[in-house]
């Protein structure tokens, strides 16, 4: 019988507190949505990180400029909101619109085994890049490789029940 999911397991990191924003307890966020708007439409946030997750109350949010901004219930000064910097953004996984055939969410491929075509085993998914052009996986091994994450060219398969991504890869590269 499979474990049931933990409560932080049903979490999904959709971003992260970069800064403060002015004097009244407002902090500067940087989404990994797309569009990067859409982390402000979910309706319970917890910040913090793996084992240590807080839920918090949004008592507002909102585009700034080229970024983001929000307000948490009862941080109401900049001393205190300083103390999130630096904490990730998650939202419960039942949140999230369902994805189509051959999509991902980043969270998903973290920590599974990068194989080459040829089953040579090149290390693990440590975290993910937008470099603008495509995505790049950033695979942990005996190296750390940066490898596009480009379907059908690159990346060949996605198994998250096998917990494997196979890649069309040189070793040495």
Known sequence: MADPMTAEDALVVVGQVTGLYGVLGWVRIYSHT???E????????HLGGPGRWRPVKV??????????????????????????IGREIAVPR???PPLEE?????????????LTVDGQVLGQVARLMETGANDVLV?????????????????RRVDLEAGVVEVDWDPDF
């Open 34 to 36: 797309q569009p990067r």
């Open 38 to 45: 859409n982390v402000l439409h979910y309706g319970r946030w």
């Open 59 to 84: 008592e507002a949010a909102r585009t700034q400029g080229k970024g983001l901004v929000a307000k948490f219930a009862g941080v109401d000064d900049r001393d205190a909101a300083r103390a999130w």
């Open 94 to 96: 039942d949140e999230l």
């Open 102 to 114: 051959g999509e991902y969410y980043w969270s998903d491929l973290l920590g599974l085994q990068v």
């Open 139 to 155: 695979v942990q091994g005996d190296r750390e490789r940066l490898i596009p994450f480009l379907p059908d060219r690159v990346v």
